[in-house]
T-cell receptor
């Protein structure tokens, strides 16, 4: 049983298209995240949600719109894709917002997006 | 602002020899520090964490790290490398004052560990 699962694993698309990545966690966690990992492996937070409420929005273009229908799901929709959006997008979850004390995020295996 | 610096982008060791991955942090507060590992085409996994308890922290797979406030360091070590240790390793600090309401993890740029037979 995969704790944090995201689909699709690979996504190749043309510039200007709209695409979505889905994420589900079966850990009963309250908090979910989207991270972007660029070609140099640098990992940066994009969004976090706690119990379906947006907590962190880290200066991400408004072409990126997260949606959390319930606390077990956090989807990422991207409009008008650009070349610079090519990256690996990781979904993660944690028990709650208190990452300082627990620090444990559970990551999915990533969704590799390639924009041509 | 909190930050971490991983001093080596690539480290290569022979199987059976010690591993040292270096990390320095910058923090205005008493930091919480972590090491995560990412195997190829996989998500990240927590190796160990320091949260102001014992300064020598033991993690999974024989890894450990020592918090040294005087040196602002949190280096990751393992006495004897295995082939399965080959992966990307990330040093991470928690920013407790992000937005005043929650915590945020700030990742270093990663160190790629290669293990030679």
């Amino acid at each position: 049983d995969t704790a944090v699962s995201q689909t699709p694993k690979y996504l190749v698309t043309q510039m200007g298209n709209d695409k979505s990545i889905k994420c589900e966690q079966n850990l009963g966690h309250d908090t979910m995240y989207w991270y972007k990992q660029d070609s140099k492996k640098f990992l940066k937070i994009m969004f976090s949600y706690n119990n379906k409420e947006l907590i962190i929005n880290e200066t991400v273009p408004n072409r990126f719109s997260p949606k959390s229908p319930d606390k077990a799901h956090l989807n990422l929709h991207i409009n008008s894709l650009e070349l610079g959006d090519s990256a690996v997008y990781f979904c993660a979850s944690s028990q709650d917002l208190d990452t300082q004390n627990t620090g444990e995020l559970f990551f999915g295996e990533g969704s590799r997006l390639t924009v041509l | 602002a909190q930050s971490v610096t991983q001093l080596d982008s690539h480290v290569s060791v022979s199987e059976g020899t010690p591993v040292l991955l270096r990390c320095n942090y910058s923090s205005s507060y008493s930091p919480s520090l972590f090491w995560y590992v990412q195997h190829p085409n996989k998500g990240l996994q927590l190796l160990l964490k320091y949260t102001s308890a014992a300064t020598l922290v033991k993690g999974i797979n024989g890894f450990e790290a020592e918090f040294k406030k005087s040196e602002t360091s949190f280096h990751l070590t393992k006495p004897s490398a295995h082939m399965s240790d080959a992966a990307e390793y990330f040093c991470v600090v928690s920013d407790p004052n992000y937005g005043g309401a929650t915590n945020k993890l700030i990742f270093g740029t990663g160190t790629l560990l290669a293990v030679q037979p």
